[in-house]
């Protein structure tokens, strides 16, 4: 069974960057089909996909959201990461890492992990 976990600060600063990492369990990350995305969800608002880093490294953002993200990975720990630059308080959400094996469905949710932008 596949396994996420979410790890990073659950608050940040306004106009610093967050990082968040991935850590998955009972399945490799560079196993074919594999697409880890990042998707989140503001208080009272619906999910938002952020990216995707494909099995092979390749990476995919949202055109709202590009300019700000950057999505990585290091095959060795089993993990992919995000980075969100320039934060402002509309970037507090519950944050959520995810594996989809077929394309158009998430197969596997972190459990999300609460991010509040605030001075």
């Known amino acids: 069974q596949v396994q996420l976990q979410e790890s990073g600060p659950g608050l940040v600063k306004p106009s610093q960057t967050l990082s968040l990492t991935c850590t998955v369990s009972g399945g490799s990350i560079t196993t074919n089909n594999y697409f880890g995305s990042w998707i989140r969800q503001p208080p009272g608002k619906g999910l938002e996909w952020m990216g995707v880093?494909?099995?092979?490294?390749?990476?995919s953002y949202s055109p709202s959201l590009k300019s700000r993200t950057s999505i990585s990975r290091d095959t060795s720990k089993n993990q992919f990461s995000l980075q969100l630059t320039s934060l402002t308080p509309e970037d507090t959400a519950v944050y959520y890492c995810?594996?989809?094996?077929?394309?158009?469905?998430?197969?596997?949710w972190g459990q999300g992990t609460q991010v509040t932008v605030s001075s």
């Open positions: 880093i494909t099995y092979d490294g390749s990476t």
């Open positions: 995810a594996i989809s094996v077929v394309p158009g469905t998430v197969n596997y």
